[in-house]
């Protein structure tokens, strides 16, 4: 069972993007940043355990070329070997800062790659992979970026091309072994799913075709791809092999985030947000699944949802038109 503890005030609603909260937990300093768009901003907030806001910041979209508003798609952290990254998407390009959000070290300009613009250029799904940042984009492009262990010399070293629709998501899992290892899977609006293993050269392992319905979230925890559908339902599959082990109707609305720590988190417009025990079958080996835990957060699209601590004791969730960040502990 969780209960409700002190929510933390925002500056203003979230924006409704899909996956929009993003959490760093710093255990050793008894803290946790969170992070929330809201249109041509990012607030980021780090906050005690009893929910008081000790320090914001706000982060802009850089404008680039062009006069029109640079809106933010997503915010993320991103935890590498070495060093640890807050990164900001847009309609513009893609922005990197030290993780406290005090200095940007690198900004890539989205380019078309054509002679006259595209109608919608924007960037959005983030994740580090060793290390290496990876970003989806508009395209169907992924966008690998090597990134040193300090300082500002970041290059982009790979575009990964198994995509033909916009990315939504990108999620990775850490892995110590060497071949046909799946430890990064990517999603797009047609709902389709890509595994890959992870660089230093990235290779295409397996394709899970979509079904006319967009992937908004998708996670990646002991070789199980857990993807969350416009439709409200949640698809587990065996990343090694690309083949669907179970099916959840989850929700009665579209999948807006899905987080695992090691349950898994769902949450979806249609106010609800709900954990999943995972487990595998001693005998068969087959994914197993049962339902723990539900919230309701009331007249509320709920657009974002993470877990607070690695172990899942604690989750947080943001809505639209919700001027705070909601917050629940097990008890």
């Not at 850490?174 to 992870?198: E, F, H, N, Y």
């Not at 595998?280 to 539900?294: A, D, F, L, M, Y």
Request: proline fraction near 6%; glycine fraction near 10%; charge should be negative.
């Amino acid at each position: 069972m969780f209960r409700r503890e002190s929510s933390i005030p925002l500056r203003g609603s979230a924006a409704s993007l899909c996956n929009n909260l993003s959490v760093l937990p710093l255990p050793a300093r008894n803290l946790t940043h969170f992070g929330v768009v809201r249109g041509a901003s990012a607030q980021l907030l780090s906050a005690a355990p009893e929910g008081v806001p000790l320090a914001q910041r706000q982060l802009f979209a850089k404008q680039g070329a062009g006069v029109s508003p640079a809106f933010i798609t997503q915010v993320h952290w991103c935890t590498l070997p070495f060093r640890v990254l807050v990164v900001l998407t847009s309609f513009k390009g893609i922005q990197m800062y030290e993780a406290d959000g005090s200095v940007m070290v690198y900004w890539h300009a989205l380019n078309s790659g054509e002679a006259s613009p595209a109608p919608a250029m924007f960037a959005r799904g983030i994740a580090a992979s060793g290390q290496f940042i990876c970003v989806g984009t508009w395209s169907g492009r992924v966008l690998v970026f090597d990134i040193p262990v300090k300082g500002p010399n970041i290059v982009l070293c790979e575009e990964l091309t198994g995509h033909q629709a916009p990315i939504t998501d990108i999620a990775t899992e850490p892995t110590q072994a060497q071949d046909c290892v799946a430890d990064m899977v990517t999603a797009d609006d047609s709902g389709l799913l890509c595994i890959w293993r992870s660089g230093p050269e990235f290779k295409l392992l397996t394709s899970i075709p979509g079904f006319g319905v967009p992937c908004p979230s998708v996670r990646l925890w002991q070789g199980i791809v857990a993807a969350g559908y416009g439709n409200g339902k949640v698809h587990l599959y065996e990343a090694s092999t690309g083949s669907l082990q179970v099916q959840i109707s989850a929700h009665a609305r579209a999948i807006s985030a899905l987080d695992l720590a090691p349950e898994l988190l769902s949450a979806a417009e249609d106010t609800f947000v709900h954990l999943w025990k995972l487990s595998r079958n001693t005998e068969s080996g087959g994914i197993e699944v049962e339902h723990c835990h539900g919230e309701c957060v009331p007249d509320t699209q709920v657009c974002g949802a993470r877990f607070c601590d690695p172990a899942g004791s604690s989750f947080a969730v943001t809505g639209y038109d919700l001027a705070e960040i909601l917050r629940f502990r097990s008890v």
